[in-house]
């Protein structure tokens, strides 16, 4: 456990040292002053023009979870890119062969590797989160209810796409890593929308058929978290009325959490991923 703890702050120096993570902080900068621009913009223009503040609350929320959905591509990317070569890189480049060749096992390297780039991709993904909603709130005198829900599942959503990538960094190159672990980001939130589609069109066969699969990567099931901790009360008691089959259907709209065997099960698979990459590493000729 020592030497994975070594290699995870070796990993977190690393990965501080990049261009990447310097050129995302400035752009997240970028977009949270560009968002609080236009936000300043539109809640002014509503309340001059007399606006109810319930609009003004709904219309709020509706930027910021478009906000958030930007956000979990740039996540979902950033921990594919960032954890695609970072066993890759090191078998390519030879360094796992020094590495390895102290008294460190393959199980460190995975689990050291996996330690300092969740640390890396987490405080990303909170700070940057919270900063956004923060900035919206303090100009638009209104927030959502529960930011730090949706906060920590955009954090989770980012684990699950950094484990993806790191098991596929065993056996891939880092582009073709990365490029897998992005893709499948989009497929399965495509996913979700036809699954929910399906549900709201009665075609429930097929609903469960699409939520079977989703089970390999549950990003779309966490994305549903990020939505219920910005969606705000009122908005979500006047749309589970009369058009709540069709509204649950809007992968924009969320009138509950995900539950909780979901949170769990997205656990266990983080833990089964994690042993998959270190089973494959044990494998893998060096």
Known sequence: MQAALTLARLTIREAARRKLIRVLAVLSLVSVALTGLGVSALVSSARDEGAPELLIQIGVSQVLIFCAFMFSFILA?????????????????????????????????????WLGLAVVISAYAIGSGLLEIGVVTLIAGVGPPLPHVAVAFLAFE????????????????????????????????????????????????LAALIDAARILLPTDALWRGVVYG??????????????????????????????TIIVIGAVVWLAIVIGLAIWSLERREI
Do not use: K
Request: proline content about 7%; charged content about 10%.
């Open 230 to 259: 910005l969606e705000p009360p009122l908005a979500t008691l006047i749309e589970s009325g009369e058009f709540g089959s069709v509204a649950s259907a809007n992968p924009f709209f969320a009138t509950e959490p995900p539950p």
């Open 158 to 205: 980012s684990l699950i796409m950094l484990t993806l990538g790191l098991l596929l960094s065993t056996r891939f190159s880092a582009i073709a890593g990365g490029a897998i672990t992005v893709v499948a980001f989009g497929l399965t939130w495509i996913g979700g929308v036809i699954s929910g589609l399906a549900g709201a069109l009665g075609a429930t066969g």
């Open 77 to 113: 990317m950033t921990a594919g890119f960032l954890a695609a070569p970072a066993i890759a890189s090191d078998i390519e480049s030879g360094v796992a062969q020094a590495i390895l060749a102290r008294p460190i096992r393959r199980a460190d390297l995975v689990v050291g590797r």
